[in-house]
Every structure is written in C-alpha cells, then in structure tokens.
C-alpha cells in the first residue's frame, strides 16, 4: 500500500512521525500527494 505521507496527521509532529517510521519499516511504502497525483496523471 503506498500511503501519501504529507496527506495525513496525527496528534502532533512527533506522534506522526514515530507513526511514519513504523510503517515505513513494516507494512507501508510512503510517498507524497505529489507523487500520488503524478501517478495517476
């Protein structure tokens, strides 16, 4: 599953990140709606 990382939030900076990181290291590949949207183009 690729997952926009600039298109979601959590609590705050540092719980989006922890949140990032485990998913980039075990279910997700992250990208950016820029990169979403050029995809789709």
Request: charged share 15%; with cysteine; hydrophobic share 50%.
């Amino acid at each position: 599953m690729a997952v926009p990382e600039n298109g979601c939030s959590t609590m705050d900076a540092d719980w989006h990140r922890a949140s990032m990181d485990c998913a980039l290291q075990n279910m997700l590949m992250l990208t950016t709606v820029d990169a979403v949207i050029a995809a789709l183009g």
